[in-house]
C-alpha cells in the first residue's frame, strides 16, 4: 500500500447469516481527504463503516490501516488501534448520564493517563473548535439535535485520530445545523491532517464537502468519482439517487398485475 492510501479495503465480503450484504467491496481512501459512502437504505453502508472500525469481521477480504490489518487483528490489538480512530455515530449517542464536558473527556480518559488539568484544558479547546465550549455543563437532555452533534463530533475528534467516520451525521438536522455540521466536518478534518469517511444520504450538502464518493448498490461499488463526476453519471441508479427521481431502477410502482387485469378480475368475480 502505498503511503498517501490511510485506508485499503480488497475484495471485501460480509454475510448476515445465509444474506450477502456486502460483495466484493475495493476501495483506497487516501490520507487527508473527505469521502463519502451513499447508497440506498439497507445496501450495508454502515456495515461496511463498522468493519472499517473492527466492530464486524468481513467474512473474506481485507481492511488496512496504514500498515494495520484491521480485519485480522486480535481484540487488544484492535482496542489500541481505536486510539487513532474517531467515531460520530448517527443521532450523536451521547451519554445521557454524563454531562458535555464529561462525554468529551471520556476518550481521554478511556485511552490515555493524562492528568485532569491536561483533560480539562483540551477538552475545553474541542468544545471551542464546535462552538459550544461555554455548554461545558450542560446535560444532554438540555441541547437541541445541531448541539448534541456537535458535541458529539468534539468528542469524535477529542484524541486527534487519524481517521474520523461519521455515520449519517446529517440524520434529523435543521438547514442551518446541517449547513454547521458539514462545514465543523470539512474544517477539522482539515485542521488535524485527517482522513474522514462519511456514511450519508445527504446528497446536496456531501457534494458541497467531499473530495470524493463510492455509491453502492446490490452489496457493490456501482460507481465512484468526484462530486462533479457524479453529478454527471450516466448510471441510472446514481443518477435516480442524484437527482431525487421518483422513478428508475428503483420502481415508483410495487409489482402488481396489469390494471386491466386487476379491473377484470373484480369485475368477473362480482358477476359471478
Do not use: W
Not at 485506508?7 to 475495493?26: A, E, K, N, T, W
Not at 450495508?44 to 473474506?60: A, E, H, S
Not at 454524563?98 to 492528568?115: G, K, Q, Y
Amino acid at each position: 500500500m502505498t503511503d498517501d492510501i490511510l485506508v485499503d479495503i480488497q475484495d471485501l465480503h460480509f454475510s448476515y447469516g445465509d444474506r450477502p450484504l456486502l460483495q466484493g467491496i475495493d476501495m483506497r481512501i487516501p490520507r487527508g481527504k473527505v469521502v463519502a459512502i451513499m447508497g440506498g437504505s439497507g445496501c450495508g453502508k454502515t456495515t461496511l463503516l463498522r468493519c472499517i472500525g473492527g466492530q464486524l469481521r468481513p467474512t473474506g477480504g481485507s481492511v488496512r490501516l496504514g500498515e494495520a490489518i484491521v480485519s485480522e487483528m486480535p481484540e487488544a490489538e484492535l482496542y489500541r488501534l481505536r486510539r487513532r480512530m474517531g467515531m460520530l455515530f448517527q443521532f450523536g449517542a451521547l451519554f445521557t448520564d454524563l454531562s458535555v464536558f464529561e462525554n468529551v473527556a471520556f476518550p481521554l480518559r478511556e485511552h490515555t493517563d493524562l492528568p485532569e488539568s491536561m483533560i480539562l484544558d483540551l477538552v475545553l479547546m474541542k468544545l471551542e473548535a464546535v462552538g459550544l465550549r461555554g455548554a461545558h455543563h450542560l446535560m444532554p437532555a438540555s441541547l437541541s439535535g445541531g448541539m448534541a452533534r456537535r458535541v458529539a463530533l468534539a468528542r469524535a475528534v477529542a484524541l486527534d485520530p487519524a481517521l474520523i467516520m461519521y455515520d449519517e451525521p446529517f440524520t434529523g438536522l435543521d438547514p442551518i445545523a446541517l449547513g454547521v455540521i458539514g462545514r465543523l466536518i470539512r474544517t477539522l478534518n482539515d485542521a488535524l491532517g485527517a482522513t474522514s469517511i462519511m456514511v450519508t444520504h445527504d446528497v446536496q450538502e456531501s457534494l458541497l464537502m467531499v473530495d470524493y464518493i463510492y455509491f453502492l448498490n446490490g452489496g457493490k461499488v456501482v460507481a465512484e468519482g468526484t462530486p462533479d463526476e457524479i453529478r454527471d453519471s450516466r448510471d441510472p441508479f446514481v443518477h435516480q439517487f442524484v437527482h431525487a427521481e421518483a422513478d428508475g431502477p428503483v420502481a415508483f410502482d410495487y409489482p402488481a398485475p396489469s390494471v386491466a387485469e386487476d379491473f377484470l378480475e373484480r369485475a368477473h368475480g362480482r358477476a359471478a
